[in-house]
């Protein structure tokens, strides 16, 4: 199958390096997201994609939009997409002869939108899964072609389960991409009575509420890791806390306390541990050399 691939993150490479190790594919184009500044020094990055597309001597096309990026209709026989990031319109999701095929970390309905995984793990499910969709001009709107299930582990975070979903994403597309080509499996309308969305992210949605309950606070925590993170107020000073788990200790919300180098912090219900983290302006440390260097934090009240 002549294909173009669309991705960026580093879900999408999983799906990328399966497609190039397969003999049912040639991909003529991988299609990522131009270089970014990063860092302090905002030096341009290339995506995760993009660098192993170079390593494999594939065509890589980087348009800051597809809005007038030009395809010849019918020349391909399929598009497939993993977290490329950027809107796709119609004239590009309907060029190929079989149309644009998605590979989305939610089981559809359920988390249409930009963080799917997140949603997940910030609620608290026990399971979720990855839908291989064929594409309309929707947000993840389009019909299903096949779904694979996915049981959460309690300490999973977001980088534990992005791994996971892309490998099971990988058989998805390996298992229903040529039934669907040979016509034996056809794309079922989604139902979307029950579709629920998920928003972008933003680095304030990691801000932690000391009100809420310890499962909530790790949920949040499991959720953000490694990206926006989860943190609070230590006075006018940001403080990432980098490693945590709920404990049963006791503690008014918000309150810390330290007792034997070790550092908790009261929840609604309960307390979080803390074993590593970072102070605004500061390298991130574990609690130990933290505590040597900050001894007037118990008894505080973060916010």
Request: hydrophobic share 40%; with cysteine.
């Given at each position: 199958?002549?294909?173009?691939?669309?991705?960026?993150?580093d879900f999408a490479?999983?799906?990328?390096?399966?497609?190039?190790d397969s003999p049912l594919f040639d991909i003529e184009i991988v299609i990522t997201q131009p270089d970014r500044p990063v860092g302090r020094k905002q030096e341009l990055q290339a995506s995760p994609v993009k660098l192993l597309a170079e390593?494999?001597?594939?065509?890589?096309?980087?348009?800051?939009s597809l809005k007038t990026y030009n395809l010849k209709p019918k020349t391909y026989d399929l598009f497939i997409v993993a977290q490329y990031g950027l809107l796709i319109p119609p004239h590009i999701l309907n060029a190929p002869q079989h149309g644009t095929i998605n590979v989305h970390t939610s089981l559809l309905p359920k988390y249409r939108g930009a963080s799917p995984i997140q949603s997940a793990l910030l609620n608290g499910e026990h399971e979720t899964g990855v839908t291989i969709m064929k594409?309309?001009?929707g947000l993840d709107t389009g019909p299903i072609l096949l779904q694979k299930l996915l049981t959460i582990d309690p300490d999973d975070t977001y980088t534990d389960l992005d791994k996971k979903l892309a490998v099971l994403g990988l058989q998805g597309l390996e298992e229903a991409v040529p039934q669907y080509i040979e016509g034996k499996l056809n794309p079922v309308p989604q139902d979307d009575s029950k579709a629920?969305?998920?928003k972008q992210l933003s680095r304030d949605d990691g801000h932690i509420d000391w009100n809420k309950t310890s499962q909530?606070?790790?949920?949040?925590f499991r959720a953000f890791t490694p990206w926006p993170g989860v943190w609070t107020l230590w006075g006018d000073k940001r403080l990432k806390l980098l490693d945590?788990?709920?404990t049963q200790k006791q503690i008014i919300p918000s309150k810390v306390i330290v007792e034997h180098d070790i550092l908790r912090i009261g929840t609604k219900d309960s307390s979080?541990?803390?074993?590593?983290?970072?102070?605004e302006g500061k390298p991130k440390m574990d609690i130990k050399t933290f505590l040597n260097g900050y001894k007037n934090i118990s008894g505080y009240n973060l916010r």
């Open positions: 199958m002549k294909i173009i691939f669309f991705g960026t993150h490479t999983t799906i990328l390096q399966g497609l190039i390593k494999n001597n594939l065509s890589i096309g980087q348009p800051s594409m309309d001009i629920t969305t998920c909530e606070i790790y949920n949040q945590i788990k709920p979080i541990q803390v074993f590593e983290l970072q102070l």
